[in-house]
Nanobody
């Protein structure tokens, strides 16, 4: 099984809401010290962190995307979901879900697992 797997539409129209789901295998998404992230990479650019949902269920978003972003989870399905509203062509990117591993002092240790990424294109 792939530890993390993204799924969702590959084409979204401008002004609509992009919705992606990450399905986690092999571990509970409520496991202590695991934070579940969304990260994207626009064409020709570097990685951009979008936000996370923590082991507790709390969320934190990039300030630049906060007004348009929502991350939620379904613990029974071991899934977490990204919703990005009012998309524009600038939101075209490969979207990744990733697990961030924290120490018991809540220092980031590493991104311990990544999905393969899914290309999302925003176009009419």
């Amino acid at each position: 099984q792939v530890p993390l797997q993204e799924s969702g539409p590959v084409l979204v129209k401008p002004s609509q809401t992009l919705s992606l789901t990450c399905t986690v295998s092999g571990v509970s998404i409520t496991t202590n010290y695991y934070y579940w992230n969304w990260i994207r990479q626009p064409p020709g650019k570097g990685l951009e962190w979008i936000g996370y949902i923590a082991d507790s269920g709390s969320t934190y978003y990039s300030p630049s995307l906060k007004s348009r972003t929502s991350i939620s989870r379904d613990t029974s399905k071991k899934q977490f979901t990204l919703q990005l509203s009012s998309v524009t062509p600038e939101d075209t990117a490969v979207y990744y879900c990733a697990r961030a591993d924290y120490s018991d002092s809540y220092y980031l240790v590493a991104f311990g697992s990544w999905g393969q990424g899914t290309q999302v294109t925003v176009s009419s």
